[in-house]
């Protein structure tokens, strides 16, 4: 069994520099300290270590025996604080993030960009992964902190800021080119064609249970894994794609696809970023959720 470790401390010092008058002022103790530490050492282990000499101190056999395993340990040790204190100090590191392929593009991007800028070798792995599987990542502590879109299930221990609100819309091509400017009523998506995400979304939850509360209940033609895919559905007229609006804009703004028109406002909803109140974030986590003005 392993004694006092200091013991084994001062042993390190004083074989390093073969001299217990070095060893004491690199431990800042006195020279008396460091004889008895190795005294005790000594009676522990019930050999001896060091051999006097006109020069200072010499490891005996066993003496050289036990350094050779203590100085391996010793300098892990003083390895390991040091990577600590250059993680404290932005200079290593690694941050695990959750994010869908819509809040990576339309919120986080921009955010990891700046934070490269300043800390370039911090390294940044993003799970990309719909709303209800990063919470799962986040729940099962893979990721320091999820970025997600409304709606979900808040689990008790997750801490939720909205951060960026974002419009859910529907857009068609000149197929439909008789709905353009037309005040339409949600019943009327039923004689369309349409393009919905899949159902494990959040983007699909929500319109699912919003146009539920109109009395609608659609069988999407199409079910896509990406909204990109949606946009592209739509653009080749192969039906009405349900979407949030930033994917759309460029195809808007080039008159490629229009927005339809609805009696009653679809409600807008947020990203949130996401923490687990259990997890003890690091400092790069931190450092990157201050860029994003978050904690």
């Known amino acids: 069994m392993i004694g006092n470790l200091d013991y084994y401390k001062v042993f390190y010092y004083t074989a390093r520099y073969g001299s217990i008058t070095r060893a004491a002022g690199e ?93 370039p070798d911090i390294k940044v792995i993003v799970k990309n992964a719909p709303t209800p599987e990063t919470l799962e990542l986040l729940n099962d502590g893979r990721i320091d902190f999820g970025v997600v879109s409304e709606p979900f299930d808040q689990p008790e221990d997750v801490e ?13 091509g000149r197929r439909f080119m008789a709905n353009k400017n037309k005040m339409m009523d949600f019943q009327e998506l039923k004689a369309l064609p349409m393009i919905f995400l899949e159902e494990n979304t959040s983007t699909r939850t929500y319109m699912d249970t919003f146009l539920r509360e109109q009395g609608v209940e659609l069988q ?58 259990k997890t003890v974030l690091s400092e790069a986590a931190k450092n990157l959720l201050k860029i994003m003005e978050i904690g």
């Open 27 to 119: 431990l800042s103790i006195s020279q008396p300290a460091v004889s008895q530490s190795l005294r005790h050492l000594e009676q522990e282990l019930q050999v001896t270590l060091f051999q006097r000499t006109s020069k200072g101190v010499v490891l005996t056999a066993e003496g050289r025996a036990l350094f050779t395993h203590v100085r391996r340990g010793y300098e892990q040790i003083e390895q390991g604080v040091d990577l600590v204190r250059r993680m404290q100090n932005m200079e290593v590191g690694e941050i695990h993030i959750g994010a869908s392929d819509m809040t990576l593009q339309y919120y986080l991007l921009p955010y990891l960009e700046k934070f490269h800028e300043l800390y």
């Open 160 to 172: 939720c800021r909205p951060v960026r609100e974002i419009e859910d819309i529907f857009v068609a």
């Open 220 to 277: 999407p033609e199409f079910e896509l894994a990406t909204s990109d895919m949606i946009v592209q559905f739509a653009l080749r007229n192969l039906g009405v794609g349900c979407v949030v609006k930033d994917f759309a804009v460029p195809a808007l703004e080039d008159g490629k696809l229009f927005e339809l028109r609805f009696n009653k406002i679809i409600p807008k909803r947020h990203f949130c970023v996401v923490t687990d109140s």
